[in-house]
């Protein structure tokens, strides 16, 4: 078992059409220790509501990895010639102009915009779409919400997402919220501009005929874990700064076929097997701790490294405090590495000028029992 971090973002609904409400933006759930074993995980990625030309926009899809990680969709943007009150949705649709309209109502995120003369816009998952105003200008949409983890491979800007579109009106466009919301459209300037993809952001509602609103950005589902952590496939896989990334932008499979076993279990159960055999050998050991640690990195070669050179060399007391500490380095448990060490000291062939004893006795000795007290006390403080 091992644990990944993901994040998933629901699809962006679209804005309404003629001083329509700006498009809610998807909503996002996310787990910082999401704990996964070798199996399979469905991944969905939600659509984007498709751009509106005659109506109330069109909600988002919602996105989800696994069965109980799951982000709604965006709320549409209410209409002046449909239903004039923005939807409820992961975060709400702004209320249409010139309408007694009201704002949907966003779960988790936030609501949109209330309507006046100008437009609500859409809710975000970073805050509220902004009122429309009773000059010449819609309501901006709502903030989304940064991730900077994951600004190396998504977002708008890089790492936000979930904003909200804005809201249309007759003098001048609005914006869209950070994260990907479209901006909304003022009477002459065209269609209003669509959520950003793959961020969830809203579209913004457009402001008069023989326009189209802006669809919704489409969804979005992150799988992030450091380097060697696990071995899975599914998605775009990048890696960098130490962590590798699957970015799912359609629907997938994201498949874990290696996690890695504890450090101490895993030396204990390689490394102490095979010194208690009596055919013991540096070769032999170090192949085992290899393979035990299932890993590339470099504290498995030193490890094997260490195990290898207390096996071949004479044992003295100096140079097993300095490798008895490196193995508490690279993360064994304290008892682990007394009871791995003191069978290497066994194993030796000269032990202080004496022949080779039995771990047993070993235990025994006043200068042994005296370096571990010492040694075992300082690592773990």
Not at 100 to 117: N, Q, R
Not at 125 to 139: C, I, K
Not at 307 to 318: F, G, K, Q
Not at 345 to 363: F, N, Q, R
Request: aromatic share 6%.
């Amino acid at each position: 078992m091992a644990d990944v971090e993901v994040l998933v973002v629901g699809g962006g609904a679209s804005g309404g059409y003629a001083v329509g409400g700006g498009g809610g933006a998807g909503a996002i759930a996310y787990d910082a220790a999401y704990a996964v074993v070798v199996a399979e995980y469905a991944v969905v990625v939600g659509a984007g509501g498709i751009a509106e030309d005659t109506g109330q926009g069109h909600a988002g899809g919602a996105s989800s990895f696994d069965t109980s990680l799951s982000a709604a969709g965006g709320g549409g943007g209410g209409s002046y010639y449909g239903t004039a009150s923005g939807a409820d949705g992961g975060c709400g649709g702004g209320g249409a102009g010139y309408t007694a309209g009201i704002h949907g109502h966003g779960s988790p995120g936030y609501d949109g915009g209330t309507p006046s003369w100008g437009a609500g816009g859409g809710g975000g998952m970073g805050g509220v779409g902004e009122d429309g105003g009773n000059a010449d200008a819609g309501g901006d949409g709502g903030v989304g919400v940064e991730y900077a983890q994951f600004a190396s491979v998504a977002g708008s800007p890089a790492g936000w997402f979930a904003g909200g579109g804005g809201g249309a009106r007759d003098g001048s466009d609005s914006d869209g919220g950070a994260g990907g919301g479209g901006r909304g459209s003022h009477n002459g300037s065209g269609n209003a501009v669509g959520g950003t993809a793959n961020t969830g952001g809203g579209g913004g509602g457009t402001r008069s005929g023989g326009t189209v609103s802006g669809a919704g950005g489409s969804g979005i589902v992150i799988v992030r874990y450091a380097d060697d952590a696990i071995e899975a496939t599914g998605g775009d896989v990048t890696s960098t700064g130490g962590y590798t990334y699957h970015t799912f932008t359609t629907d997938g499979t994201f498949e874990v076929t290696g996690t890695e076993e504890p450090v101490d279990a895993r030396v204990s159960q390689g490394a102490v097997e095979v010194v208690m055999t009596d055919d013991a050998n540096p070769a032999r050991v170090t192949q085992v701790v290899s393979e035990t640690f299932q890993t590339r990195t470099n504290t498995a070669l030193r490890a094997s490294q260490l195990v290898a050179e207390l096996l071949c060399r004479t044992v003295i007391e100096s140079r097993a405090t300095q490798v008895l500490g490196e193995l508490l380095d690279v993360g064994l448990r304290p008892v682990r590495v007394s009871q791995i060490v003191v069978e290497l000291l066994g194993k030796s062939s000269i032990y202080c000028g004496e022949p080779s004893l039995s771990p047993a006795a070993l235990c025994g000795k006043l200068d042994v029992l005296a370096w571990l007290e010492w040694t075992v006390p300082m690592k773990e403080s």
